[in-house]
Nanobody
Framework: QVQLVESGGGLVQAGGSLRLSCVAS????????MGWFRQAPGKERELVAG????????YYPPSVRGRVTIAEDNAKTTLYLQMDSLKPEDTAIYYC??????????????????WGQGTQVTVSS
């Protein structure tokens, strides 16, 4: 089992940048597919970045493609989400998640088994 703790959220002006971190405890997330999701008030939780367990393949939906980058450290204990050119519509609670490896990039919320508590990102106009 892996425990996930996010940090790095905050208030930023439109056009600014933030880097979110997700630290794993209990065990490293080696062997897990990883993802970053976000949920804005009144909206469904949506995937913003996915990372396959092996090979480094990534996925970004069109809404964030070119503005965000998912990465992990070599020890596979910290997952990052670099967000640039932030927009007010990026305002949400951001969650990292871990799911079973061997299935490629996991695209759906229900594919993931472990979740962090979330970190708030607020982008002002």
């Amino acid at each position: 089992q892996v425990q996930l703790v996010e940090s790095g959220g905050g208030l930023v002006q439109a056009g600014g940048s933030l880097r979110l971190s997700c630290v794993a405890s209990g065990r490293a997330f080696d062997g897990y597919a990883m993802g970053w999701f976000r949920q804005a008030p009144g909206k469904e939780r949506e995937l913003v970045a996915g990372l396959r367990d092996v090979g480094g393949e990534t996925y970004y939906p069109p809404s964030v493609r070119g503005r965000v980058t998912i990465a992990e450290d070599n020890a596979k204990t910290t997952l990052y989400l670099q967000m640039d050119s932030l927009k007010p519509e990026d305002t949400a609670i951001y969650y990292c998640a871990a799911g079973p490896g061997g299935r490629g990039i996991l695209m759906r919320r229900h594919d993931y088994d472990y979740w962090g508590q979330g970190t708030q990102v607020t982008v002002s106009s």
